[in-house]
C-alpha cells in the first residue's frame, strides 16, 4: 500500500449503522452474518433471511456505475429503443403548437450553448489497426492514438510513455497539428506494451520542462494552472 | 487500468454525490496511480491497491470541503441515474434506487467500506489495509450495518 494512508475520521453519531442495536432479533442476525464469514452453512435466525442478504448483497455488488462520460450515447440509445407512436403525431391537431414549442427550444437552447462559458476540452480516440486482441476494446501494439486539446488559452498538451519519457508534445512537438479553430491535435502510433498518459495542461504561459511526467506537473501545479487527463492507456 | 475506471468512478460518486468531485477525484486517482506504479510493492494486488487510493482521495476531498457531516445524500440518487441497462427490469431499478437512498442514510466512512466489501469486491482483510482499521473491526461493523440496512430497504420499498 501507498504511505500517505490516513486514518479515517470517527463514526457519524447520526450514521444509523453506529446506533446501538435495536432488537435482540437484530443482534442475532448481524452475529449469524459474521458466523456465515466463517462457516457459510451457519443457520439463519428466522426464515427467509439468507434469501433476503442474498439478494441484499447482489443488489450491492451490481449497483449500475456511473453514466457521466457517456451521457450522450446513453440518450441516444434511450431513445432509438423507444417504441414507434401508433400514428404520425405531425399530423394531430396540436402539431402545430408542437413545432412552435420545438423551434421554441431549440433557440432557447442555442442561446444557452451560447451564452455557456467555453470548456478545456480533451479528446482521446485509439484507431485500431488489424490484429488479433482479446477483447474488442482491448489497445494493443501498433494501434494509433489520436488527442485531441480544445484549450481555452494556452494549452500544452503531452503524452507520456511510463511516466518518465515524453514522447509527444503540442505545440512543438513534430506529431502536433493546430488547427485553424485552435484545436491542438496529435497522432502518433503505440509502439510499445506499457502504459500511455495523456496529459493537457492550461495556462502556463512560461517554457514548459522537457522532463518526466512528475515533473512537468509539479510544475504546471506551482504555476497554478490546471491539469486535465483521463484514464491510462494500457497498451497489450 | 481503463477497466478499473468505471467502477472507482462509481465508488466515488457514491461517496461523494457531487459530479464534479468525482471527475476532480478521478483525475487524481489515474494520475496518482500511473506516477506511482513503480512504487507498487504488491504486498495487496494491484487493485486493492487503486481503491485504496480512491477510498483516500474521495475522504481527503469530504474533508476539504468540510462535507464530512453533510454529504450530498439527497444527490445521490441523481448522480447514478440514468444507466441505459437500467430500463430493463423496473422492479431491479425500484430496488437499486431504494437501495441507493439507504445508502445515503450512512456516513461516508461507513459506506465506503460497505462499498468497498460488495460493490469493488475486496476481503475485509483487504478493508482493513486500505482503511487502517483493524480487520475484526471492519467485520463487526459492516454485519452491524447489514442488517439495519436490510430494513431500511424494506421500508423504502414498502413505503
Partial sequence: MTDRHHRIAGPDPEDFADAPSRSDAERAESAWLQARDHDPHA???AGGLARDYAELEDLLRDLPPGSDDHWHDDVLRTVR?????PSPWWRGPRARWTWGG???A??????LVRARPRIDELDVTIRHVDRTRSAPE???????LVVTARPTTAGDLRVYRSGDALVARCPGGPRCTITSDGEQVIELVLDAPVSYQVILVV?????????TLAAFLSAARAANARVITQVPIDVH | MATYGSALTAFAARILGDRELVKDVRQQVFLEAFQGLHRFEGRSSLWTWMCGIAYHRCLDELRRRRRLETSARLELVDVLAGHPDTAV???RVAKQRALETCLGKLSPAMRSQLLLRYFLGLSYLEIAEVTGS???TVQVRICRILPRLRQCLRGELTG
Avoid: F, M, N, Y
Fill in chain 1, 203 to 211: 495556462g502556463r504561459t512560461e517554457p514548459s520542462p522537457g522532463g
Fill in chain 1, 43 to 45: 443457520v439463519a435466525p
Fill in chain 2, 89 to 91: 427490469d423496473a422492479d
Fill in chain 2, 134 to 136: 483493524p480487520h475484526g
Fill in chain 1, 138 to 144: 482491448e489497445v494493443v501494439v501498433g494501434d494509433q
Fill in chain 1, 106 to 111: 431549440a433557440i432557447a437552447l442555442v442561446l
Fill in chain 1, 81 to 85: 429503443a423507444r417504441p414507434p407512436s
Fill in chain 1, 102 to 104: 420545438a423551434v421554441a
